[in-house]
């Protein structure tokens, strides 16, 4: 019961990205052909919120749900780690013509074909996983 509210700021959140048309393939590719700004928008009030919520969650020493203080903990800032996963990710969000959060809104709004974008990223997951201790890093 008391995870509910996060169920429901969950689907107010997914009802936010459908009306800002966040899912919409047409705006995806907008953004990627550099033809519109809306998605650039999105994603930049995105980052700006992120880092406001960070920056709170650090000075006010919020506590997780469990009680325990959130810490954030360095990265390795190398280059490289960046700029290849970057790639990667923004090839797969071009050719599904989705990222991994909207994809299952998709799904909610009976796009059955999105099934397959769901499986090769669950399945790319797991491949990295398996592969993890292989990889720079």
Aim: with cysteine; proline share 3%; glycine share 14%.
């Amino acid at each position: 019961m008391k995870y509910l509210k996060f169920l429901g700021i969950g689907v107010i959140f997914g009802i936010a990205l459908t009306k800002g048309q966040v899912v919409s393939w047409y705006r995806i590719i907008e953004m990627f052909y550099f033809d519109s700004f809306h998605m650039y928008g999105i994603i930049g009030l995105a980052v700006v919120l992120g880092i406001i919520m960070v920056q709170f969650i650090k000075r006010k020493k919020v506590k997780s749900i469990e009680g325990q203080l959130i810490t954030f903990n360095p990265k390795n800032k190398s280059v490289a780690r960046y700029l290849i996963g970057g790639t990667f990710f923004g090839l797969g969000w071009a050719m599904a013509g989705a990222c991994p959060g909207p994809m299952y809104l998709l799904l909610g709004r009976g796009y059955w074909l999105i099934l397959l974008v769901i499986f090769g990223a669950l399945l790319g997951t797991f491949v990295y996983g398996l592969l993890r201790h292989k990889l720079p890093h």
